[in-house]
């Protein structure tokens, strides 16, 4: 399975960005998805997770209410809508799928088997 993040880039506070995901290779392997980010000098943090038929999901409080994740399984694609974001929302974020995962929603980067390489995203105050 690979992963191609995209839709990143500099945006002032109170404005929305689109992420898209595309997955290519072993799709049927990709079960449980999700964004997690990457502040500097911070760890990688869930964002956002989504079950395989993209019913289930769920977010960090942080961004409840702002953020968005779906998946289209005929497009092999994952999205993370951002919408009123914010200076902390800044960081690299990853898209990443699970292969043999059970569980709807996988809160940990070492849940996940597959990575994107990342998409900057930066919020200007």
């Known amino acids: 399975v690979q992963l191609q993040a995209s839709g990143g880039g500099l945006v002032q506070t109170g404005g929305s960005l689109r992420l898209s995901c595309a997955v290519s290779g072993r799709t049927v392997s990709a079960r449980a998805m999700g964004w997690l980010r990457q502040a500097p000098g911070k760890e990688r943090e869930f964002v956002a997770g989504?079950?395989?038929?993209?019913?289930?999901?769920d977010y960090t409080d942080s961004v409840k209410g702002r953020f968005t994740i779906s998946r289209d399984n005929v497009m092999n694609t994952l999205y993370l809508q951002m919408n009123s974001l914010k200076p902390e929302d800044t960081g690299v974020y990853y898209c990443?799928?699970?292969?043999?995962?059970?569980?709807?929603?996988?809160?940990?980067?070492?849940?996940?088997?597959?990575w994107g390489q990342g998409t900057q995203v930066t919020v200007s105050s």
């Open positions: 990443a799928a699970a292969s043999n995962s059970r569980a709807p929603v996988l809160y940990t980067w070492t849940s996940y088997d597959f």
């Open positions: 989504v079950n395989r038929s993209g019913v289930r999901k």
